[in-house]
T-cell receptor, first 112, second 113 residues
Framework: DTAVSQTPKYLVTQMGNDKSIKCEQN?????MYWYKQDSKKFLKIMFS???????INETVPNRFSPKSPDKAHLNLHINSLELGDSAVYFC???????????FGSGTRLTVV | GQQLNQSPQSMFIQEGEDVSMNCTSS?????WLWYKQEPGEGPVLLIA?????ELTSNGRLTAQFGITRKDSFLNISASIPSDVGIYFC?????????????FGTGTRLKVLA
């Protein structure tokens, strides 16, 4: 069983489109995250939810909107995609805000 | 913003050699984590450090939480080909009441058989 699963693994789309990435964790963790990894492999936090409540919202364009229907799911919706949004997006979860994360295998988003 | 500098940026070593890498910052961190990322996968947690001065091992890996709380070190002994990957440190800040992890810039390790 995959602990943190993301879908899709690859996403190729045109500029201006709207797309969503889904994330589910079966670890019973309370906290979930979205990270963006750029072409230089730098990992930067975007959002964090604790028990469905948004607790971290970094400087991310409003085109990115996370949604957590329950504590096992954290989805990421992106409107009006731009070339610069091309990156690998990682979902992660943790027992609580102090502890290490379990990452999903990533979604490689390519905007053309 | 806060930055975590990892060094070296990349390294090529011979199989069997020991590896050392470190992570430094001007900020004080409460927790340090070390991750390994292989191609096409997400980072995998290797070691977590929760106290200044703490030294923790996980098989051939040993990591230390620096006394100043501004740095951390990772050593890999007797490297093997499957050690190849990118190693990231991550430090947890507690400023402004948010407990987020800042990731380092990564150390790319390549092992020559």
């Amino acid at each position: 069983d995959t602990a943190v699963s993301q879908t899709p693994k690859y996403l190729v789309t045109q500029m201006g489109n709207d797309k969503s990435i889904k994330c589910e964790q079966n670890l019973g963790h309370d906290t979930m995250y979205w990270y963006k990894q750029d072409s230089k492999k730098f990992l930067k936090i975007m959002f964090s939810y604790n028990n469905k409540e948004l607790i971290i919202n970094e400087t991310v364009p409003n085109r990115f909107s996370p949604k957590s229907p329950d504590k096992a799911h954290l989805n990421l919706h992106i409107n009006s995609l731009e070339l610069g949004d091309s990156a690998v997006y990682f979902c992660a979860s943790s027992v609580g805000i102090y502890y290490g994360y379990t990452f999903g295998s990533g979604t490689r988003l390519t905007v053309v | 913003g806060q930055q975590l500098n990892q060094s070296p940026q990349s390294m090529f070593i011979q199989e069997g050699e020991d590896v050392s890498m470190n992570c430094t910052s001007s900020s004080i961190f409460n927790t340090w984590l070390w991750y390994k990322q292989e191609p096409g996968e997400g980072p995998v947690l290797l070691i977590a450090l929760y106290k200044a001065g703490e030294l923790t091992s996980n098989g051939r890996l040993t990591a230390q939480f620096g006394i100043t709380r501004k740095d951390s070190f990772l050593n890999i002994s007797a490297s093997i080909p499957s050690d190849v990957g990118i190693y990231f440190c991550a430090g947890q800040l507690t400023s402004s009441g948010t407990y987020k992890y800042i990731f380092g810039t990564g150390t790319r390790l390549k092992v020559l058989a």
